[in-house]
């Protein structure tokens, strides 16, 4: 999807959550189709709403006041386009949480103030409260992070400076990026390198100065069955050697160590009158540490002697 078009569904559909009645077409045409034709207006405008209801968004339709035949107005109701009510299992609560925390980015910001003030400015009666529904929360603060999401969006390749980790030479890049990924919380860009022909992974925040467009929209295309995310995470974290380790969980603690246990062992005897659990898994040293600590005096380490040390010394960091 092209960034203006973006750009225009996201006003749409604030315009319509934000006001407290029925919008008319006219209305909407003045504050976000105006400089359109007839024609191109209703061409868009039905293309417009027909895409944001494909997305879920229950646009209604209605008049100002039902005795008079007057003009028919359109609005999304809050009530309507939130969720209902949802119970969640732990596990399932703290991957939501996690989803939760994400679009606090400049841009789709950007795009909502400027609607509602243009709103507010026309004196249009808004309720901003609304937007907490679709209010944007994971951080993107690189520079060229939009000129390769737009990239993306659009498969226009991409030229840019960059450093490498090694030291401070810096070249010129020529990638056709398939995608954007977030990981160990930095942005990362999956493409094909055109001058080495090969895919790499380039951290955004070793862009040198600005990326910019370097190509038509779709003049690439990305290969069948390709997955950014695995990728990304291949050539950042290659497999690493993987050890037992044996640890005493809290009941009703440990989520996602139990979801990686091989095998549990309920009814433990453990530090105080609580009940435990025995939990016998397999991961890199490393990793289990520092899930070991995230969890405070929930979990125990019992085996391996390396790991439990290594919890113990960064205690020890801690307090110091």
């Given at each position: 999807?092209?960034?203006?078009?973006?750009?225009?569904?996201?006003?749409?559909?604030?315009?319509?959550?934000?006001?407290?009645?029925?919008?008319?077409?006219?209305?909407?045409?003045?504050?976000?189709?105006?400089?359109?034709?007839?024609?191109?207006?209703?061409?868009?405008?039905?293309?417009?709403?027909?895409?944001?209801?494909?997305?879920?968004?229950?646009?209604?339709?209605?008049?100002?006041?039902?005795?008079?035949?007057?003009?028919?107005?359109?609005?999304?109701?809050?009530?309507?386009?939130?969720?209902?009510?949802?119970?969640?299992?732990?596990?399932?609560?703290?991957?939501?949480?996690?989803?939760?925390?994400?679009?606090?980015?400049?841009?789709?910001?950007?795009?909502?103030?400027?609607a509602v003030r243009k709103l507010t400015a026309a004196g249009a009666d808004v309720d901003v409260a609304a937007l907490d529904l679709v209010e944007p929360r994971l951080a993107a603060e690189e520079p060229s992070?939009?000129?390769?999401?737009?990239?993306?969006?659009?498969?226009?390749?991409?030229?840019?400076?960059?450093?490498?980790?090694?030291?401070?030479?810096?070249?010129?890049?020529?990638?056709?990026?398939?995608?954007?990924?977030?990981?160990?919380?930095?942005?990362?860009?999956?493409?094909?390198?055109?001058?080495?022909?090969e895919q790499r992974v380039f951290r955004l925040s070793r862009v040198v100065g600005e990326a910019r467009k370097d190509g038509a929209p779709n003049s690439y295309e990305v290969p069948a069955g390709t997955d950014v995310r695995a990728i990304a995470r291949g050539?950042?974290?290659?497999?690493?050697?993987?050890?037992?380790?044996?640890?005493?969980?809290?009941?009703?603690?440990?989520?996602?160590?139990?979801?990686?246990?091989?095998?549990?062992?309920?009814?433990?005897?453990?530090?105080?009158?609580?009940?435990?659990?025995?939990?016998?898994?397999?991961?890199?040293?490393?990793?289990?540490?520092?899930?070991?600590?995230?969890?405070?005096?929930?979990?125990?380490?019992?085996?391996?002697?390396?790991?439990?040390?290594?919890?113990?010394?960064?205690?020890?960091?801690?307090?110091?």
């Amino acid at each position: 999807m092209a960034a203006a078009k973006t750009e225009r569904l996201m006003n749409l559909l604030i315009m319509l959550l934000v006001q407290r009645g029925y919008v008319t077409k006219d209305r909407i045409r003045e504050l976000l189709y105006k400089d359109s034709t007839d024609e191109a207006f209703e061409r868009m405008f039905e293309r417009d709403k027909e895409e944001l209801r494909s997305l879920g968004v229950p646009i209604e339709i209605g008049s100002f006041d039902p005795l008079f035949e007057d003009e028919p107005g359109y609005r999304v109701s809050p009530d309507q386009f939130g969720l209902p009510p949802i119970e969640l299992t732990a596990d399932e609560a703290a991957v939501v949480g996690l989803a939760t925390k994400v679009w606090e980015h400049a841009r789709l910001a950007e795009a909502t103030t400027e609607a509602v003030r243009k709103l507010t400015a026309a004196g249009a009666d808004v309720d901003v409260a609304a937007l907490d529904l679709v209010e944007p929360r994971l951080a993107a603060e690189e520079p060229s992070f939009d000129i390769f999401l737009e990239a993306v969006q659009e498969r226009s390749p991409v030229t840019f400076d960059y450093r490498t980790s090694g030291g401070p030479e810096v070249t010129t890049r020529h990638v056709q990026p398939w995608g954007v990924v977030r990981y160990s919380g930095r942005w990362y860009a999956v493409g094909l390198d055109v001058d080495k022909g090969e895919q790499r992974v380039f951290r955004l925040s070793r862009v040198v100065g600005e990326a910019r467009k370097d190509g038509a929209p779709n003049s690439y295309e990305v290969p069948a069955g390709t997955d950014v995310r695995a990728i990304a995470r291949g050539t950042l974290r290659p497999e690493r050697a993987q050890e037992p380790a044996v640890l005493l969980v809290r009941v009703g603690a440990g989520h996602t160590l139990r979801r990686r246990a091989e095998r549990i062992e309920p009814g433990v005897v453990g530090p105080d009158d609580d009940p435990w659990d025995r939990l016998h898994l397999v991961s890199p040293p490393s990793d289990l540490a520092d899930e070991v600590l995230a969890h405070g005096r929930d979990v125990y380490v019992e085996e391996p002697a390396a790991l439990r040390n290594t919890v113990i010394d960064r205690l020890r960091e801690v307090l110091r």
